[in-house]
């Protein structure tokens, strides 16, 4: 059950473009799309923002987009706002039945 | 509006036992599966264990296994976390998610606001 691979931060300037990447293997990321971001504020509960890869619950902002290529999967977030500052983790479902998370990335805007 | 509070978290010796309940309100309870998410004190998120809607299904961390058990409680709209032979890494706020469906490979979607856990001698 290892761990999906995430940078430990990026950041941007108001209005920019930032891609998380979380790269898995052929258990995790490589086998399902069951591919999951979530978005954590200090001091705050994680809340669900990508699943199945590239899906956006609803009142999530269109400027969250997700992708997936081969064993990585990508969040990125267009049009960069103060309130974007958090930490991300992305989640994968896996072969054995379990879910496994990334390290998790922060964010900050610059 | 779903809804989920954790209660039982507080100080543990290694060693001993905890029980975390999750009382879930706004949803039809048993419709959804259930999972334990854990978070040690600066760190990132680990997923702990998974329950299926009806309860029959149970999935477990490698490091949790045979240590800690997950049971749901239908009828009361209850989850919980059974934590038995506790280590000091057990440390860690433990959140209760739902899932977007009544088994644990789809997606977890709602989160409590978690239950702090810590051992300690």
């Known amino acids: 059950q290892s761990a999906l691979t995430q940078p430990p931060s990026v950041s941007g300037s108001p209005g920019q473009s930032v891609t998380i990447s979380c790269t898995g293997t052929?258990?995790?990321?490589?086998?399902?799309?069951?591919v999951s971001w979530y978005q954590q504020p200090p001091g705050t509960a994680p809340k669900l923002i990508i699943y199945?890869?590239?899906n956006r619950p609803s009142g999530v902002p269109d400027r969250f987009s997700g992708s997936k290529s081969g064993y990585t999967a990508s969040l990125t977030i267009s049009g960069l706002q103060a309130e974007d500052e958090a930490d991300y983790y992305c989640?994968?479902?896996?072969?054995?039945?379990?879910?496994?998370f990334g390290g998790g990335t922060k964010v900050t805007v610059v | 509006e779903a809804q989920l509070l954790e209660s039982g978290g507080g100080l543990g010796q290694p060693g001993g036992s905890l029980r975390l309940s999750c009382a879930a309100s706004?949803?039809?309870?048993?419709?959804?599966?259930m999972t334990w998410v854990r978070q040690a004190p600066g760190q990132g998120l680990e997923w702990v264990s998974g329950?299926?809607?009806?309860?029959?299904?149970?999935h477990y961390a490698d490091s949790v296994k045979g240590r800690f058990t997950v049971s749901r409680d239908n009828s009361k709209s209850t989850l919980y976390l059974q934590m038995n032979t506790v280590r000091v890494d057990d440390t860690a706020v433990y959140f209760c998610?739902?899932?977007?469906?009544?088994?644990?490979?789809?997606?977890?979607?709602?989160w409590g606001q978690g239950t702090m856990v810590s051992v300690s001698s």
């Open positions: 998610v739902k899932h977007r469906s009544a088994v644990v490979g789809d997606p977890f979607d709602i």
């Open positions: 329950i299926s809607g009806s309860g029959v299904t149970t």
């Open positions: 199945e890869v590239s």
């Open positions: 706004g949803f039809t309870f048993s419709a959804y599966a």
């Open positions: 052929a258990s995790a990321i490589g086998s399902y799309n069951r």
């Open positions: 989640s994968s479902y896996t072969s054995s039945a379990t879910w496994v």
